[in-house]
């Protein structure tokens, strides 16, 4: 079975500070994938990162970069000069080749970003 | 535009009525997935269908049935829904069965039981 641990439940930060949010994970695939979601204000989920287990290449998009270390089994979420828009809740995830290729939603941090 | 949608988005019903709740894809995915979103407990799935005709249960498929007769189509039904179902539920759909693919999901239907 996997787990994700997402420790932060909110963080509040004012604009431009850079912020991160954490995720744990566990499993004992050897083949895995790892999932970033938002979920702004309006509800829906919005699809941001996906990372395969033998892909530890940091990565880059715009603000948003992602850190995947698996000697920490951890893989990491910082938002560089934080914008209103950001405000949201995010969601790690995780799923496994096997059997239902459900995703294991961690619990959710809820960032704010004050103006 | 490529969408997950689902119908209605907000429902309040009472104790016993049977309801459904409707789910379509225009993407051709194979696989579509239901999902149950609870303060402090993240997403978990409930069912979920790699194919047509081919569907199985989820981490909370109690009180559940679902249907997979179109490949485009995956409904969520609820025979006799309880107060503990309130909740905000997600369908979701991916190109392929393995996990490697992106799920998309749909807008949400907020589902009151009183």
């Not at chain 2, 997950?4 to 309801?19: E, F, S």
Request: proline share 4%; charged share 20%.
């Amino acid at each position: 079975a996997q787990k994700v641990t997402q420790a932060q439940t909110e963080i509040s930060v004012v604009e431009k500070e850079d912020v991160t949010l954490d995720c744990v994970y566990e499993t004992r695939d050897t083949t895995y994938y790892l999932f970033w979601y938002k979920q702004p204000p309006s509800g829906e989920l919005v699809f941001l990162i996906r990372r395969n287990s033998f892909d530890e290449q940091n990565e880059i998009s715009g603000r948003y970069s992602w850190n995947f270390q698996k000697s920490t089994s951890s893989f990491n979420f910082t938002i560089t000069a934080s914008q209103v828009v950001d405000s949201a809740v995010y969601f790690c995830a995780s799923s496994m080749d096997t059997g239902r290729r459900a995703l294991t939603f961690g619990s959710g941090t809820r960032l704010q970003v004050q103006p | 535009e490529a969408q997950v949608t689902q119908n209605p988005r907000y429902l309040i019903t009472v104790t016993g009525k049977k309801l459904t709740v409707t789910c379509s894809q225009n993407m051709n995915h194979e696989y579509m997935s239901w999902y149950r979103q609870d303060p402090g407990l993240g997403l978990r799935q409930i069912y979920y269908s790699m194919n047509v005709e081919v569907t199985d249960k989820g981490d909370v498929p109690e009180g559940y049935k679902v249907s997979r007769k179109e490949k485009r189509n995956f409904p969520l039904i609820l025979e006799s829904p309880s107060p503990n179902q309130t909740s905000l539920y997600f369908c979701a759909s991916s190109l392929g069965r393995g996990a490697s693919y992106e799920q998309y999901f749909g807008p949400g239907t907020r589902l009151t039981v009183t």
